[in-house]
């Protein structure tokens, strides 16, 4: 079918002219391609943005289908990307690996769809997923899901998804379950995947870290060197300030030569950003260990709780 692993890769686009979704999608897509010539490409987008997006007329898009759906019921961004998001199995046909815009392709895809699984993602934070901490079970509690205390609990911004029925009617629950979250004050995909998956018995699947890396201080940076896919998360200052955003933004809206350098080696050009040199080590360190205790729970929890209290020394 695809001419490459019989899968394609899909985005969720939600922007416009007072945000910059825009820019990170085209990183990632650029990453995206230069890594994965042949992978095909599709953008899942509201009316909206994609008059916004066309308009730009930029030849990155150039072989990318771009599938137009509506999002009854808001017409906030923040609830369109999530209600596309969560609307994809119905939207998108065949096997797709999903990536959140704030992505950045490593290396080759070929391999994730070797995971024998409906739905499979990356563990939250690249953390044990066993465990609950009070920042999740809280969002649970109050987006109307009860009282949780232990997982699996997954990031949702690398999905590899395949045309099943299991996986349709996860994405059916999950649907559903966000917008009762969203009406209850809880804007978040990822405490209405969790309910999903637990109202049809745990079918995700994990996948191992180097798929979905998240830039973070903790599990990140021990999988950093081997990641295939880096999630800086669109709140880090790797993009907002001074290091990535001016090299897309103000560069025509396109990747410029420092931002294709670090496209081309994602892994060995953000290194000297992603971490404060003065902390560097000792949050190695750290994310090492939490990397060997992801396989028993307690020892993580403690090992974390011990993190927060040195990095406020």
């Known amino acids: 079918m695809d001419k490459q692993g019989g899968f394609k890769v899909v985005y969720v686009l939600v922007c416009s002219q007072e945000d910059h979704y825009y820019e990170q999608f085209l990183l990632s897509l650029c990453s995206l391609r230069t890594h994965n010539p042949d992978l095909p490409v599709e953008v899942v987008t509201d009316p909206a943005s994609h008059a916004y997006v066309t308009g730009k007329r930029e030849p ?34 065949g096997d797709f690996l999903f990536l959140d815009t704030d992505t950045l392709v490593c290396e080759p895809l070929d391999g994730v769809d070797m995971i024998e699984a409906d739905i499979a993602a990356a563990a939250s934070m690249n953390g044990q997923n066993r465990i609950l901490n009070e920042r999740k079970k809280g969002f649970l509690k109050r987006g109307g899901f009860g009282s949780f205390s232990r997982g699996p609990y997954y ?46 018995g745990f079918i995700i699947k994990e996948l191992a870290p180097v798929w979905n890396c998240l830039v973070t201080k903790d599990g990140g940076p021990h999988y950093f060197k081997k990641a295939k896919i880096i999630h800086w998360i669109s709140n880090n200052a790797l993009f907002n300030d001074s290091v990535l955003l001016p090299h897309v933004a103000d560069a025509g809206g396109r990747p410029d030569s420092f931002a294709m350098e670090i496209v081309r080696d994602p892994r060995s050009n953000l290194t000297l950003y992603r971490l404060e040199k003065k902390s560097r080590f000792i949050d190695k360190a750290y994310s090492d260990l939490l990397a060997i205790l992801r396989g028993f729970p307690r020892a993580y929890v403690i090992a974390e709780k011990i993190r927060k209290i040195i990095s406020k020394m």
């Not at 990318?64 to 609307?87: C, E, H, I, Q």
């Not at 911004?157 to 917008?179: C, I, M, P």
């Open 60 to 93: 990155l898009l150039d072989g990318v289908l771009f599938n137009v759906a509506s999002t009854p019921g808001g017409d906030d961004n923040l609830y369109k990307s999530r209600y596309l998001k969560t609307s994809l199995r119905p939207i998108v046909k």
């Open 155 to 200: 990031n949702s911004g690398v999905l590899f998804v395949r045309d099943t029925d299991a996986s349709r009617n996860l994405f059916e629950s999950w649907h559903k379950s966000w917008q009762k979250s969203f009406g209850n004050g809880v804007p978040f995909d990822q405490p209405a995947l969790f309910a999903a998956d637990f109202e049809k």
